[in-house]
């Protein structure tokens, strides 16, 4: 049960951000460009750094959610999802991907754990400035989203299946906010 009075039977942030929409529409409107707009890096790797990051966090809403979406935008390699959660050291990613894996990991325990080295690997292998940065907002979002919605002990199904509909339409419609419901 959540900490405070919010829609009943929604999960995880939809229920905080219909709680209080003010606030909930900038927090979408970050979403939606860390996520979806136009980056270096594909939607899927970026639903895979939000994944990661919310798994270090023990977020088990926005880990779930999000591994639902980036399995729903990885398709036929959405296995790369459950690796990447058990283990992104041994995960079937590109040397790029597990390299600024480990930057968002960094950024989850303090921003300041990133090192000069960490850069120089994730530079060795391809990444530019904006993938660096990217990686970095992504994560250090994420650790933010993920605080808020165990902070206020959101509603969070324990059921892999009842993500995979929210996978599908973090997928298709990206970050819009959720419509009121109607009062009863």
């Known amino acids: ?18 709680f209080r ?3 909930g529409k900038p927090l979408y409107a970050l979403a939606q460009v860390l996520l979806r707009d ?21 977020c088990m809403f926005c880990m779930s959610s999000h591994a639902a979406a980036a399995r729903e935008l990885f398709g036929a390699e959405q296995e790369v999802v459950d690796c990447v959660i058990e283990d992104p ?12 894996l480990n930057i968002a990991g960094k950024v989850q ?28 907002l992504i994560a250090a979002t994420f650790s933010m989203f993920n605080r808020y919605v ?12 009842a993500y995979v509909p ?10 819009v906010l959720p419509q009121p419901q109607p009062a009863s």
């Open 1 to 18: 049960m959540a900490h405070i009075n919010v829609p009943e039977g929604v999960p995880g942030i939809r229920s905080l951000v219909m």
């Open 21 to 23: 929409p003010e606030t």
């Open 38 to 58: 136009p980056s270096p890096l594909t939607p899927a790797e970026r639903e895979l750094i939000a994944t990661h990051v919310s798994a270090r966090n023990h």
């Open 89 to 100: 050291s041994t995960a079937p990613v590109t040397d790029k991907m597990r390299a600024l």
């Open 109 to 136: 325990q303090s921003g300041k754990s990133v090192t000069p080295e960490d850069v120089a690997e994730a530079r060795r292998y391809g990444a530019g400035d904006r993938d660096i940065h990217d990686t970095v």
């Open 150 to 161: 165990d902070g206020l002990a959101s509603l969070t199904p324990t059921d892999r299946e």
């Open 166 to 175: 929210m996978g599908k339409r973090m997928a298709t419609l990206g970050y």
